[in-house]
């Protein structure tokens, strides 16, 4: 999916978004990927959870519902709204998504099971990681609505390039045009170093 943005990096994206005036489009520093080769390319699915302490009779609902209207290659995109204590993706969410043909979560938040993802080749890019699990201490309230995560405001169909580097949130109105100069930066860029 979307394999023709592999050369591009965040840095890149970063620097022409700056000049075309979206200056606040990366995320905060301290998300990080679950390993090295963490690589995402895709459409933001949103899903904005809260922390939740109260019983709830369907903890993981909103979930559920956004695997329904999912379609290949689109990136779960968790807004968690300064709870960080609970993991509120883990294993069995990642399985869930990859029957769906989805492969990364990026998340404000924690997740767990995080070796058990990696070993799925599971994309994930957190805050950290915590055994304790989110029923009971986060809800995911509604799904594809705009969120805030990471610092960064975000709207369901926005496109996330994520890579070592950090989180890069593209608005979906200037995608193309984005995508455009960057390759003409890369060319540019690979002639001089050539020279």
């Known amino acids: 999916m979307h394999e023709e943005w592999k050369p591009v ?5 970063c620097d022409i978004m700056d000049q075309l005036g979206y200056r606040d ?8 990927p679950s390993h090295a080769e963490c690589w995402i390319a895709g459409s933001a699915l949103t899903l904005d959870a809260y922390a939740n302490h109260e019983p709830h ?11 329904d209207i999912a379609s290949a290659g689109d990136v ?20 869930a998504a990859q029957a769906r043909k ?21 994309n994930c890019f957190s805050r950290g990681y915590s055994p304790l699990d989110s029923a009971g201490r986060i809800i995911p309230e509604s799904i594809n609505q705009p969120i805030r ?16 580097d950090g989180v890069a949130i593209i608005p979906a109105n200037i ?8 390759m003409e930066k890369l060319e540019g860029e690979n ?5």
């Open 175 to 182: 995608k193309d045009e984005v995508f455009e100069l960057a």
């Open 57 to 67: 009779p369907d903890p993981y609902g909103q979930i559920f519902a956004a695997y």
């Open 102 to 122: 989805v492969n990364s979560v990026v998340t404000d938040g924690l997740v767990r099971d995080i070796r058990q993802m990696n070993q799925m080749n599971f």
């Open 191 to 195: 002639t001089v170093r050539d020279a």
């Open 25 to 32: 489009q990366a995320m905060t520093y301290d998300i990080r």
């Open 76 to 95: 779960f995109v968790v807004a968690t709204n300064g709870e960080c204590k609970s993991g509120l993706w883990g294993e069995l969410l990642s399985t």
């Open 9 to 13: 990096y965040t840095a890149l994206v």
């Open 149 to 164: 995560c990471g610092g960064v405001h975000i709207k369901s169909g926005d496109f996330v390039l994520a890579d070592f």
